[in-house]
């Protein structure tokens, strides 16, 4: 598990903001905002060696800020961002 960069096609652990567990989130694309796809499943621990393919999509498309990504997010493996991934993206930047 590494924090720092943010890597697009990245599985992340993100801390819920009410300190319950872990929330997993894949990046999509990565420009003036880091876009993420969010999963339903909540986590006491960071998993490991998660797929996004386990998961279930809550939230297909999200624009966040780039702002303290490394200090909130923690690298839990890679995975190549899919053309499916990507529509709510797409929509969003109006393509």
Do not use: C, N
Not at 22 to 27: A, G
């Amino acid at each position: 598990m590494t924090r720092g960069a943010i890597i697009p096609g990245g599985l992340y652990a993100g801390k819920r903001s009410d300190g319950t567990g872990y929330m997993i989130v894949k990046v999509l694309r990565v420009d003036f905002a880091v876009h993420i796809r969010i999963y339903a499943e909540d986590f006491k621990e960071p998993p490991q060696g998660i797929k996004s393919s386990s998961l279930k999509v809550a939230l297909g498309h999200a624009p966040m800020s780039p702002e303290g990504w490394g200090e909130k997010h923690i690298l839990l493996g890679v995975e190549p961002v899919t053309e499916d991934e990507l529509s709510g993206y797409r929509a969003y930047m109006g393509g």
